[in-house]
């Protein structure tokens, strides 16, 4: 079992470096699959093979030359295995009969350790992530828990209105989170419904981009009105590519929504908060910067005004 620090602690970059100390081999990897590379490798090159952990403890044993062998680690560490920096592991080498190693046995070799401590260091990062992401959202809920729906929902559409994403915004910049995809959504020609519909159909104009970025988000998504037509949505330690994907796809369910009366269409502004010395309404504002360059270039496309006045 692997002991994490817990959120309250420390911030979560301080947290990665030290939580490796708390890993094992069998903590970042799959022993069984590293021991059949190993295996092959050691039978392409007709070497023993010798995988110990960081104080030496034997883990995977290929060939008999180490029997008997006691890895002293601090005189004799063979190659280490690095993660976050930090030692994690020894790789040790045994030629048959005193030959010399090739070239390309050495390259192999040391690719291998490279390897292991790049699938190492995407494992931690993923497991740490996934469970401070958890304690995130866990402290945030009992922050909230007495707080009443009527208090933090926004009326018209169900997502957090906007002082509520206010609090939000400061509550995961003091958690010192990156990186943090910001997101400005704004309607487009929503006064156009207005004008044409009234309030009773813009207000539902409202309620279907609402309901279309609550289904398309994921589960740490903050979503919350930050005005009349505009929603803020903040993605904490999103992935490469992972706003992007979201902003597409609820623009292209907008387009693709049939009504009698109404085009949702929206443009989306995206920047990334990257250094815990920003904060999250420096970077919204920044956002809504990227939405109009956005909303120019879609209001400007072939077909977008024709979609949008036949429904009048």
Not at 6 to 35: F, Q
Not at 213 to 229: C, M, N, S, T
Request: charged share 30%; hydrophobic share 35%.
């Amino acid at each position: 079992m692997v002991w994490v620090m817990g959120y309250d602690a420390i911030p979560y970059e301080k947290r990665v470096k030290e939580n490796i100390r708390n890993y094992s081999l069998s903590n970042l990897y799959d022993m069984e699959s590293i021991k059949r590379y190993l295996g092959n490798l050691a039978e392409a090159f007709g070497i023993n093979l010798l995988l110990t952990g960081r104080r030496g403890e034997k883990e995977i044993v290929i060939g008999d030359s180490f029997l008997g062998f006691h890895p002293d680690v601090a005189k004799e560490p063979g190659r280490k295995l690095q993660v976050q920096g930090r030692t994690v592991g020894h790789l040790y080498v045994n030629l048959p009969n005193g030959e010399e190693s090739g070239n390309l046995m050495e390259e192999m070799i040391d690719g291998t350790v490279e390897l292991l401590g790049k699938l190492g260091e995407e494992a931690y990062l993923h497991r740490e992530s996934s469970i401070y992401l958890e304690e995130l959202e866990k402290r945030l809920a009992d922050k909230t828990r007495k707080v009443s729906g009527s208090e933090r929902d926004d009326i018209l559409t169900g997502v957090f209105n906007k002082l509520y994403f206010e609090a939000r915004m400061k509550i995961i910049d003091r958690s010192e989170v990156i990186p943090v995809a910001v997101l400005n959504v704004n309607i487009n020609d929503w006064k156009y419904a207005n004008d044409h519909f009234g309030d009773e159909e813009s207000d539902r104009l409202i309620r279907i981009v609402a309901d279309i970025l609550k289904e398309e988000a994921g589960p740490y998504f903050v979503i919350g009105r930050i005005d009349g037509d505009v929603f803020g949505v903040l993605i904490p330690m999103a992935e490469d590519g992972e706003a992007e994907r979201y902003a597409s796809k609820v623009q292209e369910r907008c387009m693709s929504y049939e009504d009698v009366h109404l085009a949702p269409s929206v443009a989306v502004g995206i920047v990334y908060k990257t250094n815990i010395e920003e904060t999250l309404e420096e970077k919204l504002s920044d956002a809504e910067y990227e939405m109009f360059s956005n909303k120019f270039e879609i209001k400007n496309a072939d077909g977008y005004r024709q979609r949008l006045e036949k429904k009048a």
